[in-house]
């Protein structure tokens, strides 16, 4: 039993870690290697929900038919569009599902924030999905909230484990009366 107990104190404190870290790295204006797709403007290649893997790229390594990910210079917004045209101030890009060049192109160099290995996890596992739920990105606000739920009962399963720890086993044994 001790040792089931141990494995889920492990497991939870590499959980709780991660989720920090991952905070962490996003307030701190990064974006992980890990992206997801919200829009449908790369369909066939990518689809809402997929869970991309990119790399940073520096702008001579930027060709034609590259997938990139980028800030809109208009909105500030992630987009994961194909590389159309390179140019000395930045590059035309477009969605696959798209009509014609995006109309915020050229997308200066240093909005660049990387390029799409080919690897992906697809939307039909559901993991982008519940990402993008999670992340009041689809649903709001019910994603949030249920987030807010889980970290506020991972927080008192934790406390509450702590506390019976500090007392001794915390449980008195049963007592045989007939």
Do not use: C
Not at 38 to 56: A, N, R, T, Y
Not at 105 to 118: D, F, L
Not at 128 to 149: D, K, N, R, T, W
């Amino acid at each position: 039993m001790a040792r089931r107990i141990l494995a889920a104190d492990i497991a939870l404190v590499i959980l709780t870690l991660l989720l920090l870290a991952v905070i962490a790295y996003r307030v701190s204006g990064n974006v992980t290697p890990l992206l997801v797709v919200k829009s449908g403007s790369m369909e066939p290649v990518l689809h809402v929900g997929d869970v991309i893997v990119i790399e940073p790229a520096r702008s001579e390594n930027i060709r034609v038919g590259d997938v990139i990910v980028f800030w809109n210079p208009w909105y500030g917004n992630l987009v994961v569009h194909r590389v159309v045209r390179v140019a000395e101030e930045g590059v035309y890009t477009r969605g696959d599902a798209n009509a014609g060049i995006d109309p915020w192109s050229p997308v200066p160099y240093e909005n660049i924030v990387g390029k799409w290995t080919g690897l992906k996890i697809p939307y039909w596992l559901g993991i982008g999905y519940l990402s993008l739920f999670l992340s009041g990105e689809i649903y709001p606000p019910y994603g949030l909230v249920l987030l807010a739920g889980l970290i506020i009962l991972n927080l008192f399963f934790a406390l509450r484990g702590l506390f019976r720890r500090g007392r001794g086993s915390g449980e008195e044994p049963e007592s045989s009366q007939g």
